[in-house]
């Protein structure tokens, strides 16, 4: 063997002993709430660390996909009138699609003047734009709170609706959706565009049909991100919401986190279910992700 | 044309332009400002007015039986609305004389900005290491990698909080466990009964004993959740680094340090920078790992600002007090910003 070759070797091995321990470190959390989740005994105390524990059954995931949650009903004396799996599932969706579909709009035409237009007021603008990520969301709640139910909307104050919820959480991932796709856009060439203006297409189409398009894995990144956050949003939801009809995944399982006891596998096998379509997203979006991200970044 | 006509016609010319280049450039700003309008409008209600509205209740003593007040509403401007107490608040939070317990304001800047500056450390380190070893070009399984090392990420970050926080648990946690089958495999006699919580007994003396263990153990949560962020963005600016300036290096005799230092360094260093920024701010505020599983503790020497603010919200039900801490919050990661904005000119037009 050629001393070429086993320094290639040395190498490989090397590089697969750093990354099987940094999968190690990923995996290990992950694994132990999935055990928990399969653990019967419906406890927070295993006594051992083992994958599949003793009697490991999928009665958790059964409890939570069919089962009503006697925490979150109408009439407490009514179990049909509690939320299931399904109900919360459709109220997340509406508010994750919500917050993507007006984050991903809005966001990609105030990008596309902060990138494009030279004009009174841009630094200003942008800056705005930027302190606005510093804003810690915890801390407005109460005027927030205010103001939504100042506004009525269809009988009813905005603040108890899934559309109120949905252009609060999309006013918090704007600052980012509009910074990381400013810097995308600064990466298309000029050229294009004045191409297609001098065969007379307007300013309206020449970013909807030009920029979009070409803009498709900031796109992508910004309604992954917007998703996510109306996905696993909890504390404005808590406490702006009325009717557990309206109630979502991400709040029945904060219910779950009783102050004595928590039913951990059934808490666990909510945990999993409610993660699973993120990371399914990701893996989808992962080529996405990579370009959509590092491009709006680099230009600095 | 004489001299006197064309200065003449200079001196006329240039007014009409300029007043030409305004006209123009207000036409611009119009249609700019349309674009923006619709996101602009937005932030303006949902965001930016709560936040006037905070900066007004700072400057008042805002307590629970003042929550009826109702600006829009004449007819609780009486009864409900609020006393004014001038910088009384903001003069109580930085001389820590609450009446909260375990307040502190130098602590907890401290605490924070020894949490913010070890973690973002360590995220950008390890991210760039990990994303350097998965850009190796004869690296097998590098897909596998990739898709398993984007998990922390995608996973929601308050399950993440509470799985981590089943795990430190002093008798049942994954963590004691662990270490407790690492003696029965390797025959070594690591404490495994440690409550990684709770323990005041700070594990490092002298300057660092202002970290209590819980600090560790936030740390190891908020690093594991924190870096496939950073290995994202760095895999990104490797893969846009043009090969030959490797080659060239290689011919000018570099070794691997060097070529990490003179070319890698430098070139994925713009595209760092705004992601420290972002991770800087996102850590600062990084409510949920601390909440959820130290709750601050021991003796709230692992409290941040924002979890203290959110207490002084939910606990003490002092919301004059907490508005004045969220803009106390607000000024300083402003003034960080700012500084970084001025080396970075992330803000900067991109002609080129």
Redesign the interface.
Known sequence: MSSKRRR?IW??VG??A??LT??A??????L??VS?SLDPRGI??????TLIPPGASLDAYRKVLIEPFGLLCRNPNDPASCMTFGSLLRNSLLVALGTSV?AV???S??A????R???????A???G????????T???????Y??LS?IRFGGESLRTTLLGLS??Y???T???A?WNLK?YF?TIPKELEEAARIDGAS?TQTFVRIMLPLALPALAVTILFSF?AG??E?VLAWTFLENPSRFTL?MA??SM?GQYATP?SE??AM?IL??LP??L???LM?RY???G???G???? | MTMEQTQLKAATARPARATNDLAR??R??R???A??A???L??L???????I??VG?AFTNYRIQN?RF???DPDTWERFAPAWVGLDNFRRILTSQLTVENYDFGRLLLFNVTWTVTNVALHVSLGVV?AL??N?K????RKV????????????????A???K??Y?Q??G?VN??L??ANGFLGTDLPTNIRWLEQAQPPIGGPLAFLPLAYYALLLTNV?LGWPFMT??A???L??IPNDLYEAANMDGANAWQKFWHVTVPLIR??????IM?GT?WTF?N?AVIYFISEGGPFGRTEIL?TQ??KL?YEQRL?GV??A??IV??VI??VF?IAN?RI????E??DV
């Open positions: 290639a190498r490989q590089l697969q750093f990354l940094v999968t470190f990923v995996v290990f959390p992950i132990w709430i928990l927070d105390k295993p006594l051992d660390l007006v709009i809005l966001g035409s105030a596309y003047a902060f990138s237009f030279r004009f009174i007021g841009r630094q603008g942008m800056l734009f930027i302190v606005l990520i510093m804003l810690p915890t801390a407005a709640l109460a005027p927030l205010v103001l100042q252009l609060a999309a006013s918090s704007m600052p980012f509009v810097g600064d300013l996510m996905w696993t909890f991400a399982l904060r986190q951990w808490f666990s945990s409610m993660s993120i990371v997203l990701f893996f992962q992700v990579v370009s991200l590092a491009a970044a680099v230009k600095g | 450039r207000i611009q700003s249609i700019a400002w674009y923006i619709p996101a602009g937005l932030m209600f949902v965001t930016l007015f709560p936040y509205y905070q209740m929550l109702n600006i829009f990990i070893a998965l190796q004869d690296l097998i399984g990698y990739r898709a398993l090392f984007i998990l922390p990420w995608a996973i929601p970050g308050y399950i993440t509470l799985t981590w089943n795990m648990d008798r049942f994954a466990h662990l407790r089958a594991w994202v963005v895999t990104g600016a893969q846009a713009p595209a760092m920078v705004p992601a972002l701010i505020n409510f924002v603010a959110f919200v919301y907490a508005a801490f969220g919050i607000f990661l402003l910003t904005n970075t000119r992330a803000t037009a991109y």
